[in-house]
């Protein structure tokens, strides 16, 4: 029985070609409830997401949830969707584009990028199996949230070494794990905000919002919730914000159980009902625009900080396709990269091989 996928044989000379693997979570491929069913099931089936047992797990997603969350999802990707498709999927191609480009003109060695995501496509699978087509036999597992959550950065891990699974010459792998409080980061963030303000006023107050996760997750030893506030201390910092200017919250609460606080519903109600002026919301752990800022925070959040009484509101977008993070991505990658940014030619002369 044939546990592992053939290989060529003989097996290419081992090579030092590099390749960048962008991972993201993943988007379904239409804004419909056919699409979303599939997607929704891939990830919500995932042990990292959800860690309910398995035998009552099941039973509530296939019996009720992948009933009724695909039709609603469905209505509000539609509210978000554009002519070239996903948002997610359409700013991820645009950053591999630049960051491809932009990597060619640091690192010397080959190389090659491809996107790969967590769920639905371009599955992980498709992405890896293309850079060993290519010739990589050394990969770079970049996931493009700033911020390590067992729920999101070990998510892509776990796809990544699924597909290993099947392999019997598996590449060499490194993985970037996290980049939340890195100067370049921080940096992209705090000039993509003050350009905003120097094009739209400043506001009273500055929310920060980042993706919630259950509460246990934390207690458990998840340290995103640390990584989160060093963020939004590092970026309140470098924008000069005093501690009344700003304030930090989590989105996205999904089920019963309790996520991080303060969560950004309350809070936009809250502040609200103070008849604040003028609040931005900026989504530093989010590397580009996607359903939980475009509907969740630019749409939904604006309605719930309006209708308790707020004034204006401003959603500042993702980083996306910014040319300062695409620096920050470069120069995070080519940090992750030493000793791998060493020619085949030069590595081959030193093993003494022709
Ligand atoms: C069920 C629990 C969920 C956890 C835990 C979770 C963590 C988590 N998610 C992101 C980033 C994104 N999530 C997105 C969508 C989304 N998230 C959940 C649930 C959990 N996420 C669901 C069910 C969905 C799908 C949409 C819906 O039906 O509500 C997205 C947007 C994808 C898109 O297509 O635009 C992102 C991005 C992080 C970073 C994270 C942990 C820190
Ligand atoms: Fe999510
Ligand atoms: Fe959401």
Known sequence: MAY???????????????????????????????????Y??????????????RFIWCWILQGIILWIRPRKSAEKYASIWTKNGSPLMVYARQQKALFETQLAQQLTTPFAVELGMTYGNPSMKSAI???????????????????????STAAVFDAVW????????????????DYH????????????????????????????????VPKFHAQKGDPYYEQCLATGKLLAS??????????????????????LQPYLANMLDSLGKQKLKRLDVVCPGFSSDCLETLEEIAMEGKHLFQSAGGGDYHYIPALNAESGWIEAMVTIAMENLQGWD?????????????
């Not at 699924?162 to 794990?177: E, F, G, S, W, Y």
């Not at 100067?183 to 107050?205: D, M, N, V």
């Not at 060493?342 to 022709?354: E, F, L, P, R, Y």
């Open 40 to 53: 929704l099931n891939q990830f919500l089936m995932d042990r990292r997401v959800v860690e309910i047992p």
């Open 129 to 151: 199996e293309s850079l060993k087509a290519q010739g990589c036999g050394r990969i770079l597992v970049f996931p493009l949230y700033p911020q390590y959550a067992a729920s």
């Open 342 to 354: 060493k020619s085949a030619v030069n590595q081959d002369a030193m093993h003494g091989s022709a």
């Open 181 to 212: 409080n890195h100067p370049r980061y921080i940096q992209a963030l705090a000039s993509h905000i003050q350009t905003y303000w120097q094009q739209h006023g400043q506001p009273e107050k500055l929310v920060m919002s980042f993706h919630g």
């Open 162 to 177: 699924r597909v290993l699974l099947t392999m019997r010459n598996v590449p060499a792998i490194r993985t970037i794990k």
């Open 4 to 38: 592992y996928n053939p290989e060529p044989h003989p097996p290419h000379a081992a090579s030092t070609k590099v390749g960048v693997l962008l991972a993201n979570l993943g988007t379904p491929d239409a804004p419909t409830a056919k699409a979303l069913r599939p």
């Open 238 to 259: 470098a924008l000069a914000l005093s501690g009344d200017q700003y304030e930090i919250a989590f989105q996205s609460r999904f089920g019963r159980q309790e996520w």
